[in-house]
């Protein structure tokens, strides 16, 4: 099993810059990728971006390419999600997922942290 916490939600205003962390405990040795998503009210769950553990490769949503950062720390076994030029669009709550294969779907998740934009 993984266990995954989320920390760093908050207000910001647009144009903000918000930190959010994801530290993983457990079998992490198992993990191939873990992944942020998030999701507003009344929207569905939508991707952001993800990493993979081998070699750090990333990949985003189009809504975010060029202002969020995904980025590991190995030996804490954390993930971070840098956010710059922060939208009100990006108001939601965010959640860090984790996966053990590349072609398998997210079975970890954590609780989740808001985010919210004001304008």
């Known amino acids: 099993q993984v266990q995954l916490v989320e920390s760093g939600g908050g207000l910001v205003q647009a144009g903000g810059s918000l930190r959010l962390s994801c530290a993983a405990s457990g079998r992490t040795s198992s993990i191939n990728a873990m992944g942020w998503f998030r999701q507003a009210p009344g929207k569905e769950r939508e991707f952001v971006a993800r990493i993979l553990w081998s070699d750090s490769t990333t990949d985003y949503a189009d809504s975010v390419k060029g202002r969020f950062t995904i980025s590991r720390d190995n030996a804490k076994n954390t993930v971070y999600l840098q956010m710059n030029s922060l939208e009100p669009e990006d108001t939601a709550v965010y959640l860090c997922?984790?996966?053990?294969?590349?072609?398998?779907?997210?079975?970890?998740w954590g609780q989740g942290t808001q985010v919210t934009v004001s304008s």
């Open positions: 997922a984790a996966k053990r294969s590349s072609m398998g779907t997210y079975g970890y």
